[in-house]
């Protein structure tokens, strides 16, 4: 009897990671929507962060954290999403 092996699966943090990074790469604007506020991520601002040498988004046991002033906010809690993650190629 052969028995399956469990493989690690990605978490949701990690997909929203890569689902940001993928898009910034490609030149396109990603739009992180709560309730009541949309921040908008474009090259130019996570390059900016990055060359002022501070961390944009963070990835913490596999839960997303997004940057607001010197603390972080969760966007991911194990398979929860407190946000909507979007792209686009044209700012609006």
Known sequence: MMTKTKTATETLGAKGLKFIESN??????????TMTKTTVIDKKTADDWAA???ILFKLV????YMARGNTFDA?????I?????TASDDYL
């Open 75 to 79: 966007l991911t809690s194990g398979v």
């Open 24 to 33: 910034l790469d490609d030149g396109r604007t990603v739009y992180v929507q």
């Open 52 to 54: 002022a040498g501070h």
């Open 61 to 64: 046991n596999g839960d997303l």
């Open 81 to 85: 999403a407190h946000v909507k993650l």
